[in-house]
């Protein structure tokens, strides 16, 4: 039934863009650095952690390069969602793109909270407690835990909800007219609204802050790129910008996000000041900012980088983008295995994190290429 339904919805879809599969691959290569990173570095929060001694100079540089890839790669995520979801409810209709979904972003993320999850906590991290696992399986349940055990799939939850509130409003249900692509007022405007609509929600949530095992603080700029990615898709935007244009705007908002990136470095590290997670605090304002400056900064630059130079399907990228979204489901007990083997390796945090990344990303591209994506029926959901 799946085959046969995906065969004619793949008749009657538009082309496929390439680059943007790629970019999607590489952001999921990214997921599996940050985590890696997550394992070593003092900031962030992950099942397994080896947190050692480490200098100013380590520091500094997982302090920049977590949150630098924070800023953008998930946001991204949502926006490439929003492009495929326009035409999808439009080839679809409501009832069915939201049944699709459900199959396709509810199905997996349940399979985590209720089996990847529990597994990798009880018999990985040992972050349950004892018992054996089925007593506190059940407790899982029963107290409501699991609902919060989402991991990395908080991603695929979100989605979700926001592709079930995409397709219950009612002039999203016919293709909308080709508006013109933004131009540099627009752009502006929108990293403005992104950056004030951040530091509002942090006032309140700072970025810490975790509600189900999603970040509050986070949302305005996923919502936004959400929303971005449907426009463009609706006006075909990917296709008209023209690459020179967004290579330029792109530059434009990481250069000026560096000004910001040392304000805050120097105010952190030498005035020892706080505030950036949240709060009416000057830090936290700057943050904000800097976050959307990245963010809109890297979407035009990894599209026009990848439409220029990665805008094709060969056997490595067909490959790499089949198996990304299984990669991003199993990777977390993975991640952990590997990074246990390789305890007594005697190494800085910096390399161990680069190592870690490396041997996971070969080990769950394997994995799920001849094990996950042949398993019946959940085959059916990678």
């Known amino acids: 039934m799946f085959a046969g339904t995906r065969d004619a919805d793949r008749r009657t879809a538009a082309p496929r863009l390439a680059y943007i599969d790629n970019i999607r691959w590489t952001i999921i290569l990214l997921v599996l650095s940050m985590h890696a990173s997550d394992t070593y570095s003092p900031f962030g929060n992950w099942y397994y952690t080896e947190r050692a001694a480490a200098g100013t100079g380590t520091i500094v540089t997982f302090a920049i390069?977590?949150?630098f890839l924070q800023a953008f790669f998930m946001a991204l995520l949502f926006f490439i969602a929003g492009v495929f979801a326009a035409p999808s409810l439009t080839r679809k209709g409501p009832a069915r793109f939201a049944k699709d979904r459900f199959i396709r972003l509810g199905l997996p993320t349940l399979l985590y909270m209720l089996v990847i999850g529990p597994l990798t906590q009880y018999y990985l991290s040992h972050s349950w407690g004892s018992g054996g696992f089925f007593h506190q399986w059940l407790l899982h349940l029963t107290d409501g835990?699991?609902?919060?055990?989402?991991?990395?799939?908080?991603?695929?939850?979100?989605?979700?909800?926001?592709?079930l509130i995409y397709a219950a409003l009612p002039a999203r249900k016919t293709p909308a007219p080709e508006a013109h692509p933004p131009?540099?007022?627009?752009?502006?405007a929108?990293?403005?609204?992104?950056?004030?609509?951040t530091f509002a929600v942090r006032i309140v949530l700072p970025e810490s802050v975790s509600l189900l095992?999603?970040?509050p603080g986070d949302f305005?700029?996923?919502i936004l790129m959400f929303g971005a990615g449907i426009l463009a898709s609706q006006g075909r935007w990917l296709e008209r910008i023209p690459t020179a244009r967004a290579r330029i705007w792109g530059i434009s908002a990481l250069a000026a996000s560096l000004p910001l990136l040392a304000a805050l470095i120097i105010r952190h590290f030498i005035y020892r000041t706080a505030g950036s997670d949240g709060g009416l605090a000057v830090d936290s304002a700057l943050r904000c900012l800097w976050e959307a400056l990245v963010c809109v900064g890297m979407a035009f630059g990894l599209v026009a980088l990848y439409r220029a130079a990665f805008n094709r399907r060969g056997k490595l990228a067909g490959f790499l983008s089949d198996n990304a979204f299984a990669v991003y489901v199993f990777h977390p007990p993975v991640i952990i295995a590997l990074a246990m083997a390789q305890h007594g390796f005697a190494a800085p945090p910096l390399i161990k994190a680069a190592t870690l990344t490396l041997a996971t990303a070969f080990a769950t591209f394997a994995l799920a290429a001849l094990v996950f994506r042949r398993i019946p029926y959940l085959r059916?959901?990678?």
């Open 65 to 67: 390069y977590q949150s």
């Open 145 to 163: 835990e699991w609902l919060s055990n989402s991991g990395p799939m908080w991603f695929c939850f979100a989605l979700l909800i926001f592709s």
């Open 183 to 188: 131009g540099a007022l627009a752009i502006l």
């Open 190 to 197: 929108f990293i403005a609204i992104m950056a004030a609509a």
């Open 213 to 215: 095992n999603m970040h």
């Open 220 to 222: 305005p700029s996923y």
């Open 380 to 382: 059916n959901i990678l």
